[in-house]
Nanobody, 124 residues
Framework: VQLQASGGGLVQPGGSLRLSCASSELNLDTYAIAWFRQAPGKEREGVSCISVRDGSPLYADSVKGRFAISRDNPKNMVFLQMNALKAEDTGVYYC??????????????????WGKGTLVTVSS
């Protein structure tokens, strides 16, 4: 495992969570970092991506205006701030690294490194 996502948990609809992505093996500031999620019985979907130079981040339409991706390079971490959570945001969230420095698409097949996910459950 080269990446580790953390910060998941149970939250009520409308609540917030901040997910973290860290690595003890990779210098995350040299990779485009993306977040994916997989709900039970569904395919993994791209949520957000941030380029090496923190160019305009990409977001899935379903999370635009509610989620924000950011980097903390000194800490070698990437975060996903999730606000106004909905039941349909429930799933296992994964972070992934792409050797390409710029996010063009949020597609699992282009990612080079993955880690174990963290479960987010949005329920009342």
């Amino acid at each position: 495992v080269q990446l580790q996502a953390s910060g998941g948990g149970l939250v009520q609809p409308g609540g917030s969570l901040r997910l973290s992505c860290a690595s003890s093996e990779l210098n995350l500031d040299t990779y485009a970092i993306a977040w994916f999620r997989q709900a039970p019985g569904k395919e993994r979907e791209g949520v957000s991506c941030i380029s090496v130079r923190d160019g305009s981040p990409l977001y899935a339409d379903s999370v635009k205006g509610r989620f924000a991706i950011s980097r903390d390079n000194p800490k070698n971490m990437v975060f996903l701030q999730m606000n106004a959570l909905k039941a349909e945001d429930t799933g296992v969230y994964y972070c992934a690294a792409d050797r390409a420095p710029h996010c063009n698409v949020i597609v699992a097949s282009v990612m080079d490194y993955w880690g174990k996910g963290t479960l987010v459950t949005v329920s009342s």
